[in-house]
């Protein structure tokens, strides 16, 4: 039987040190934890966590006008959450990279060779763009889903027009109470960026998906069972390849948004716009994971799998596919960017709801103060342009970091 020994951790270590240095009986060992805790958590976190203390406080003192323990009670939650990750991520990092020594049944000592995604990890981490990427679109997802808690106003609040006194008011440039302006109507800016980060992600990841369950369960088909299934589903995909996707995607939208159907109207913009770039935008995928399949469809181990009797649904999800799951991940991260381009494209175009509150639209709505308020326009363009470039750059590192090639 196989046994495993692992080394002590670094606090450990540190605490049997101090322990033999001290000359500290058992009995004081609560001191000791004491002291090595402070030592060794003093300046990563300590530090870190008075200075996100106090910028975020003096953020929302200047730019919420919330009472003073709301502020408080945000700051001390998104400080402790903060350090928090920091110290888990820390401690997964310290264990993942943990060398395991195995007792072999021979008495060997062997070193356990590392699993397929600790080498892609390992690659990965070695570009230091990609994680620069990867942080940034953590950064951005974790903005959609707590932005409530982050907005100084209410996105559709007029507040600030009856505060001009204040840096407030119609078409106000940014100003430390409102940081990205207002708009025409007296709409604080920077809580509809914030806000409109919500629906840009949730199209981009939606859509990206529903492409993906559609390109990978018709091109897995068209690759095994080949024939006239494959005939099919390449001709159908050809069809989709060949239209013009902005003009259908137009028409689309204008359909079921200003269409004669009242159920259709009543569905949500971003809804509409999932559905709509995810059956426009799954040929790709499904030519690529067709090709993936027939290649590894006569090998060694999916002819003993078909040998032993495995059926065909078994032999495309269990043998098949986890098998080219490295393209299938690249081409859902770079079709996020794609639908988030995409939706901000549609939005910019007027197919928006007034209602929503999207990147795109925002930027249509600026068009017409470009001369004297340029923020209006800039703030939600530089907004789409770091987000899709930053699930571009992770899709190629992505990439980069799967290529079975550049193993180690």
């Given at each position: 039987?196989?046994?495993?020994?692992?080394?002590?951790?670094?606090?450990?270590?540190?605490?049997?040190?101090?322990?033999?240095?001290?000359r500290?009986?058992?009995?004081?060992?609560?001191a000791?934890?004491?002291?090595?805790?402070?030592?060794?958590?003093?300046?990563?976190?300590?530090?870190?966590?008075?200075?996100?203390?106090?910028?975020?406080?003096?953020?929302?003192?200047?730019?919420?006008?919330?009472?003073?323990?709301?502020?408080?009670?945000?700051?001390?939650?998104?400080?402790?959450?903060?350090?928090?990750?920091?110290?888990?991520?820390?401690?997964?990092?310290?264990?993942?990279?943990?060398?395991?020594?195995?007792?072999?049944?021979?008495?060997?000592?062997?070193?356990?060779?590392?699993?397929?995604?600790?080498?892609?990890w390992?690659?990965?981490?070695?570009n230091?763009?990609?994680?620069?990427?990867?942080?940034i679109?953590?950064?951005?997802?974790?903005?959609?889903?707590?932005?409530?808690?982050?907005?100084?106003?209410?996105?559709?609040?007029?507040?600030?027009?009856?505060?001009?006194?204040?840096?407030g008011?119609?078409?106000?440039?940014?100003?430390?109470?409102?940081?990205?302006?207002?708009?025409?109507?007296?709409?604080?800016?920077?809580?509809?960026?914030?806000?409109?980060?919500?629906?840009?992600?949730?199209?981009?990841?939606?859509?990206?998906?529903?492409?993906?369950?559609?390109?990978?369960?018709?091109?897995?088909?068209?690759?095994?069972?080949?024939?006239?299934?494959?005939?099919?589903?390449?001709?159908?995909t050809?069809?989709?390849?060949?239209?013009?996707?902005?003009?259908?995607?137009?028409?689309?939208?204008?359909?079921?948004?200003?269409?004669?159907?009242?159920?259709?109207?009543?569905?949500?913009?971003?809804?509409?716009?999932?559905?709509?770039?995810?059956?426009?935008?799954?040929?790709?995928?499904c030519?690529?994971?067709?090709?993936?399949?027939?290649?590894?469809?006569?090998?060694?181990?999916?002819?003993?799998?078909?040998?032993?009797?495995?059926?065909?649904?078994?032999?495309?999800?269990?043998?098949?596919?986890?098998?080219?799951?490295?393209?299938?991940?690249?081409?859902?991260?770079?079709?996020?960017?794609?639908?988030?381009?995409?939706?901000?494209?549609?939005?910019?175009?007027?197919?928006g709801s007034?209602?929503?509150?999207?990147?795109?639209?925002?930027?249509?709505?600026?068009?017409?103060?470009?001369?004297?308020?340029?923020?209006?326009?800039?703030?939600?363009?530089?907004?789409?342009?770091?987000?899709?470039?930053a699930?571009?750059?992770?899709?190629?590192?992505?990439?980069?970091?799967?290529?079975?090639?550049?193993?180690?």
């Amino acid at each position: 039987m196989e046994k495993t020994t692992r080394k002590k951790g670094s606090f450990t270590r540190r605490l049997d040190s101090y322990m033999k240095e001290k000359r500290l009986p058992k009995s004081m060992t609560w001191a000791g934890v004491l002291a090595v805790g402070w030592k060794h958590f003093y300046f990563n976190f300590i530090i870190e966590f008075l200075v996100i203390l106090i910028g975020l406080f003096l953020i929302l003192v200047f730019t919420n006008n919330q009472a003073i323990y709301w502020n408080i009670l945000y700051t001390v939650a998104f400080s402790a959450v903060w350090i928090a990750l920091r110290i888990g991520w820390r401690y997964i990092r310290a264990t993942a990279t943990k060398q395991e020594i195995i007792i072999a049944k021979d008495g060997t000592l062997r070193e356990r060779s590392p699993s397929q995604w600790t080498l892609v990890w390992r690659r990965y981490k070695k570009n230091k763009i990609a994680v620069l990427s990867g942080a940034i679109v953590i950064l951005v997802t974790i903005i959609a889903i707590i932005y409530p808690i982050l907005m100084p106003f209410s996105p559709v609040g007029t507040t600030p027009l009856f505060d001009a006194w204040n840096g407030g008011g119609s078409l106000s440039n940014p100003n430390l109470k409102y940081p990205g302006g207002t708009d025409v109507l007296g709409r604080d800016e920077f809580s509809r960026i914030l806000a409109g980060s919500e629906v840009s992600l949730t199209v981009g990841l939606f859509s990206s998906f529903l492409s993906a369950i559609i390109g990978v369960t018709l091109g897995a088909l068209a690759g095994y069972y080949r024939g006239w299934t494959e005939e099919i589903i390449m001709r159908l995909t050809d069809m989709f390849l060949a239209l013009p996707f902005l003009v259908i995607a137009i028409l689309a939208v204008s359909f079921i948004r200003r269409g004669r159907l009242a159920f259709l109207r009543q569905i949500p913009q971003s809804v509409v716009i999932i559905f709509v770039l995810g059956v426009f935008g799954w040929a790709g995928l499904c030519r690529l994971v067709n090709a993936n399949t027939k290649q590894i469809y006569n090998l060694d181990y999916v002819n003993a799998a078909r040998v032993l009797g495995a059926s065909n649904r078994r032999i495309i999800l269990v043998h098949i596919l986890p098998n080219i799951l490295a393209p299938i991940i690249v081409i859902v991260t770079l079709g996020i960017a794609g639908g988030i381009l995409s939706e901000a494209g549609l939005t910019f175009l007027g197919l928006g709801s007034p209602t929503t509150i999207s990147w795109g639209q925002m930027v249509n709505e600026a068009q017409t103060n470009l001369k004297t308020n340029p923020e209006l326009a800039l703030l939600p363009g530089f907004a789409i342009f770091f987000v899709v470039l930053a699930f571009n750059l992770l899709g190629d590192a992505l990439r980069d970091a799967l290529d079975p090639r550049l193993r180690e």
